[in-house]
């Protein structure tokens, strides 16, 4: 290739392979005509799954990213095609994923001429990106590739657009690449300072009644074994965030379920007992904290991320950790005494069967003759061993398939968490199959999440992608409806839905798929979906009007969690 | 409630094309009026300085400057409050010429506020102040009733009192390289 001059659309090609990068999804469309051209080309070398619509291309790029802890990637053209991008982008962003997006550009010349399908997406995606950059010139493409992968994989992750002109898709230049290896003005990976490990360690061998809150920052960091380590010598009871979860197996002694607004009982009520709060990797989200007044008040903290800027932004902490948790954890963990914490883990168990009583065991066990959500979930427990990838929505099923689905290994719980983005789950489980391959990806979503990407079963079909797809159907937009019920009085203003035949769509995507109704059907039927080796929609329908508890009223303390 | 104050946050950037509209974004997001905001290169090639006037708490600003920070083109961030930084705007005053000559008192104004004429021309004259705010306001208290034909003010500029290091941020970075 020396000497050789390749164009624009060539180098775009050459600098994802340069990057490791075998798969991307996308979107075709004028602007960006000259880089599927060399697509076709190279079509051996660089895998390119065409979505049904961008949004499903970005958030099968994030599925992608999430399952293999790969930089995912997703393509589309200008204007409407790189809109389509902004909300899978705005999701990896408040979630932290890895994704490089690229859009095509009108020529440069045409810019700011109000040409066909020209719109400003540097300016829309600039508060939603981690880096953005416009390419006018094909001699920048590989300087900005390699920053933009270097910049979505280091410290925080990230989303980064890259939109480049059609101009400088055609032009011709010598392509030379050479990886980043560091940009000056950006510090992915601030030094851990010694004092902080030596003050945290401190508070650790004092406490009487420690608590731990792991978020996302465990996984990002691949730091589950450390933080393993650290939670089993400490002896400290962990709970998860939403994006924490699967980080440490379900069945850990020391895993005592979620925090949050839906989380679990024990976990809320003792956050506002314990002396000492150790949140590793994770943000404070007010779904997380309610009233952040009240929140641990009582309570030393401890607060470990690689993001300086989450320090004392939602909750003040006594002790900062800052940076990769892989090294801060075994640092605190070589330092710290061994202990146990039998008699504070036993408040966590008794409220636990409060729990159970109160709560779990009419979710798991009903009387009534609907199906509940949480006997579903079981269900598919029961038939993936617990050891599958589970990608989901946003909603009541969302909440009821993370507190009952098991987890065995890490990167096994896909979810929108910071945006809520309904919608996400069938194209991030597509994605997240693509990126572990070897796993059992079940996707559970919603009635009304679903029909926001449904026509990504176009894609299943023409892909053959053998996700399993779970659809729970209350006939409601469920959790508004909760609300509605809980706060508004019972004014269901626009959340009942006359659903279609969610068989017979599945049907018109030469998709095998079934419906249940009866519990002695719901069994068989998840054992027949997870047994099959073909992509499968399985319509669950479940109790209209189920809740989901525990449940943190908005804006109230978490020790105000409810059962009912 | 914790008190606002007038804090100048300063920026160092890379030279980019887009990171105005990043930096705005930040305030836009959390609902803050930026008091001024200018923009120059620096005391170091390419490298490039934002001074942003902002009225808001210790706790917020400190936030605020956090997310700056992380921003992958910006070196470093730096608030103080008016006490900590040497400041000033600059102020032009368009005005009709004859003024000048008809109402004398206008020259004594001029002189008194320590500001100078910049250009005359048969139709208009242009005065310059620079100073602190009440400098440029009373200025154009003064000369108000005389008739503006036009007024423009700049946004704060500002060093500060303390060290900032940015060559020795930027050449910590060489040396790891």
């Known amino acids: ?564 | 409630m914790e008190n606002k104050k007038n804090y100048t946050i300063s920026v160092y950037t890379e030279n980019n094309v887009g990171l105005l509209h990043r930096l705005s974004a930040i305030f836009l997001k959390r609902h803050i009026n930026i008091e001024s905001f200018t923009t120059s290169e620096c005391e170091i090639k390419d490298v490039f300085r934002f001074i942003i006037v902002v009225k808001m708490t210790k706790d917020d600003v400190q936030k605020v400057a956090k997310q700056i920070e992380k921003q992958v083109e910006v070196i470093r961030v730096f608030y103080h409050t008016d006490n900590e930084t040497i400041f000033q705007e600059s102020a032009l005053y368009k005005m009709k010429s004859s003024s000048l000559f008809e109402e004398r008192h206008i020259q004594n104004i001029i002189k008194e506020s320590n500001a100078r004429i910049v250009t005359v021309n048969p139709d208009f004259f242009v005065i310059e102040k620079t100073g602190f705010r009440d400098d440029t306001e009373k200025l154009y208290k003064d000369l108000e009733e005389y008739g503006l034909l036009q007024f423009t003010r700049s946004g704060r500029i500002a060093v500060s009192k303390e060290k900032m290091g940015i060559s020795e941020i930027l050449n910590t970075f060489k040396n790891q390289k």
């Open chain 1, 1 to 564: 290739m020396k000497n050789k001059k390749i164009s624009g659309a060539e180098a775009v090609v050459h600098s994802l392979l340069n990057e490791g990068v075998d798969l991307v999804w996308g979107y075709p469309g004028g602007a960006i005509m000259p880089v599927y051209d060399e697509f076709y080309k190279f079509q051996d070398e660089l895998k390119h799954v065409l979505a049904r619509h961008e949004q499903g291309a970005v958030h099968a790029a994030q599925g992608y990213a999430r399952s293999s802890g790969k930089v995912g990637v997703a393509i589309a053209t200008s204007g409407p095609g790189a809109t389509n991008l902004v909300t899978g982008i705005a999701d990896a962003q408040i979630d932290s994923t890895p994704i490089v997006c690229i859009t095509g550009q009108v020529s440069s010349h045409l810019l700011g001429s109000d040409a066909f399908q020209e719109t400003d997406i540097i300016g829309i995606s600039m508060p939603v990106t981690k880096w953005n950059y416009q390419i006018t010139k094909a001699s920048e493409i590989p300087e900005i590739f390699a920053k933009a992968f270097y910049i979505a994989r280091s410290g925080r992750p990230g989303p980064v657009l890259i939109d480049i002109t059609k101009d400088a898709q055609f032009e011709l230049f010598d392509y030379k690449y050479s990886k980043c290896k560091g940009i000056r003005s950006y510090n992915p990976f601030p030094a851990i300072n010694n004092t902080s490990i030596d003050n945290a360690v401190e508070l650790i061998n004092k406490a009487k009644k420690p608590f731990i809150v792991w978020g996302q920052g465990v996984i990002l960091g691949n730091a589950e074994l450390e933080f393993k380590d650290f939670v089993e010598k400490s002896g400290i009871p962990a709970a998860w965030t939403i994006l924490g979860l699967s980080a440490l197996p379900t069945s850990h002694e020391l895993n005592v379920g979620m925090v949050g607004m839906h989380g679990n009982y024990g976990p809320n009520i003792l956050t506002n007992e314990c002396d000492l709060l150790i949140a590793v990797g994770m943000r404070f989200d007010d779904r997380v904290t309610g009233d952040p007044n009240t929140y641990a008040s009582q309570a030393k903290i401890i607060h470990l991320d690689i993001d300086p800027a989450e320090i004392n932004k939602n909750i003040n902490v006594d002790v900062p950790v800052i940076g990769d948790c892989k090294e801060s954890l075994k640092l605190i963990t070589k330092k710290i005494q061994n202990k146990t914490h039998d008699k504070w883990i036993s408040r966590f168990d008794d409220l636990m069967k409060i729990e159970f009583e109160k709560v779990i065991n009419s979710d798991l066990n009903p009387v009534k003759d609907g199906l509940t959500m949480g006997e579903s979930i079981i269900a598919i427990n029961e038939y993936t061993n617990g050891d599958a990838i589970i990608v989901t929505d946003v909603g009541q099923h969302q909440m009821v398939a993370c507190r009952y689905a098991n987890f065995i290994q890490s990167k096994s719980n896909i979810t929108s968490g910071g945006l809520g983005t309904m919608g996400f789950a069938l194209p991030a489980a597509m994605g997240a199959k693509m990126g572990a391959l070897e796993r059992e990806v079940v996707a559970v979503i919603g009635d009304g999440g679903y029909q926001m990407t449904i026509q990504e079963l176009g894609t299943i079909f023409q892909l053959q992608i053998p996700v399993k797809i779970v659809v729970l159907n209350n006939d409601f937009l469920g959790m508004v409806r909760q609300w509605q019920q809980l706060f508004f009085d019972k004014r269901y203003a626009s959340t009942e839905m006359v659903n279609p035949d969610f068989v017979a769509i599945a049907k018109g995507y030469y998709l095998d798929s079934e419906r249940v109704k009866d519990r002695k059907d719901l069994k068989p039927a998840v054992e027949r979906m997870i047994k099959s080796k073909k992509p499968y929609v399985l319509e669950i329908c479940v109790e209209k009007e189920n809740n989901v508890f525990p449940m943190i009223p908005s804006g109230a303390s978490v020790s105000d969690v409810r059962l009912s």
